[in-house]
């Protein structure tokens, strides 16, 4: 077992941003598609394809606010989780 004792702040952020643009990303491209199936718009297929390309374009800003407010969160809780583990000396990790 091998001790972790403190975490890169700037690299747990940069990694939170990245999943929060995953979720932002899941959230403008997969959501419409399940809304436009679940309402059985699927009928004319010009038209349901219009629609998702409307609310993606509308809804693009998300990924964006998402990765920020990763980001940030992710920053935060680096600098927490530093501090606790200053506190509880450290974290068992098993490393191969």
Known sequence: MKKLHKVGVLS???????????????????????????????????AAINTIGESVTANIKDVISFAVAGWLGGAVYGYLINIVLGWRNGLDVEVK
Do not use: Q, S
């Open 12 to 46: 747990l952020a940069n990694i939170l941003a990245l999943l929060g643009a995953l979720t932002g990303a899941i959230k403008v491209a997969v959501f419409p598609v399940l809304a436009l199936v679940a309402g059985g718009g699927l009928g004319d297929l010009d």
